[in-house]
């Protein structure tokens, strides 16, 4: 079983910049692949970033990309969604999810690849 809380999300300014962390239980958080996903009220969950479990393969959603940076710290078993250049339409709740330790997800940038999520933080960004 893998338990995930998200924290640090809040109201930020547009062109501002907001770090989320995901901190995960269990020994085993360098075996598994995670990803960011959000979610805005009336739509669909979308994808934002994954991470491999060692970290060295991330991808990005087009619409992040070159503003959000994922990264993950092994020795503390949390993972990162460092967010700049913040665009009001980033407003969303943000949940980070998790696959089975082992597994590698079916596709990196579909929720339903993934096995474990956490509660959700929501990030607000005001124009």
């Known amino acids: 079983q893998v338990r995930l809380v998200e924290s640090g999300g809040g109201l930020v300014q547009a062109g501002g910049s907001l770090r989320l962390s995901c901190a995960a239980s269990?020994?085993?958080?360098?075996?598994?692949?995670m990803a960011w996903f959000r979610q805005a009220p009336g739509n669909e969950r979308e994808f934002v970033a994954a991470s491999s479990w060692s970290g060295v393969n991330t991808y990005y959603a087009d619409s992040v990309k070159g503003r959000f940076t994922i990264s993950r710290d092994g020795a503390k078993n949390l993972m990162y969604l460092q967010m700049n250049s913040l665009k009001p339409e980033d407003t969303a709740a943000y949940y980070c999810?998790?696959?089975?330790?082992?597994?590698?997800?079916?596709?990196?940038?579909?929720?339903?690849?993934?096995?474990?999520w956490g509660q959700g933080t929501q990030v607000t960004v005001s124009s």
């Open positions: 269990g020994r085993t958080f360098n075996s598994y692949a």
């Open positions: 999810a998790a696959v089975s330790p082992g597994r590698r997800p079916s596709s990196w940038y579909l929720a339903g690849s993934y096995d474990y």
